[in-house]
């Protein structure tokens, strides 16, 4: 597999922003996103980026949060802005083997690699 080391996070006041990366231990151009897990509540996912660049955003978070990807194809990146509380989570970064499409960007089961996690917690 690829291993996905994911850096960034922390804590930040409501209305603050931060930022996300996650490194692929090698060359991935396949489908690269972000997923999200609060307490009690299952996993999530927030932004994808395809080989192609193209990307796309849960409602949740769309105009919010960009994902983008360096000419590598190695690092992703998620910038989060207007943070909310409702944004607190752990974090991770995932990879899928293939290109995937619109219906499948958002199911954990098509990524079969997964950074470590990083806690985001969004508090007054």
């Known amino acids: 597999g690829v291993q996905l080391m994911q850096s960034g996070g922390g804590s930040v006041q409501p209305g603050g922003s931060l930022k996300l990366s996650c490194t692929a231990s090698?060359?991935?151009?396949?489908?690269m996103a972000w997923f999200r897990q609060a307490p009690g509540k299952e996993r999530e996912g927030v932004a994808a980026s395809r080989a192609s660049l193209s990307t796309y955003y849960s409602d949740s978070v769309k105009d919010r949060f960009f994902i983008d990807r360096d000419s590598t194809g190695r690092t992703i990146t998620l910038l989060m802005r207007s943070l909310q509380p409702e944004d607190t989570a752990i974090y991770y970064c995932?990879?899928?083997?293939?290109?995937?499409?619109?219906?499948?960007?958002?199911?954990?089961?098509?990524?079969?690699?997964w950074g470590q996690g990083t806690q985001v917690t969004v508090s007054v």
């Open positions: 995932a990879r899928s083997g293939n290109n995937l499409n619109s219906r499948q960007w958002f199911n954990a089961h098509e990524y079969d690699d």
């Open positions: 090698k060359y991935t151009w396949s489908t």
